[in-house]
């Protein structure tokens, strides 16, 4: 359990530095998305692990960036991850070539800086580069092009 929410926390950190650069603005934008009284200090107490994330802050920062690294995480982690899914290949393979693209630039910058919320930025674009090749593969497969 302390791994899920180190890995959690290290997913919100990297939302939160890649995305806005300052607790002040994800302070707003949690505010203006659900309406709750957040304040910096309570940000800076659950990045310190001190505090969990609530789903509605999670929700939150994950709306306001257009990005959902926590909550595939918890997809993957019930066994969400591989369902099938439509869509032309072509569209599946623009997807993986983007999020593979960003998941290599993210690496790169993790290995520059030896930041831990490069790091955590990098594993959170891996791992929505893998769900990019779960989601073409469950299609190939629906469509009868495997063992």
Known sequence: MADLRRLVNSQMSALIDGQYGCLDAAVEAINARSGQGVCKGTLSKRLACQFGWPVDDVIALEDACARHPVTRLMARRMGGGAETAGGSMLLHA??????????????????????????????????????????????????????
């Not at 693209?101 to 910058?109: H, T, Y």
């Not at 791992?127 to 009868?144: C, F, H, P, S, T």
Request: charged letters at 20%; zero cysteines; hydrophobic letters at 50%.
């Open 94 to 147: 623009g997807a993986i070539s983007k999020e593979a693209g960003e998941a290599v630039n993210a690496i790169l910058a993790a290995q520059q800086s030896q930041a831990a919320h490069d790091s955590a930025q990098a594993v959170v674009e891996i791992d929505e580069a893998i769900e990019a090749l779960r989601r073409a593969r469950a299609v190939v497969m629906a469509q009868g092009g495997g063992a």
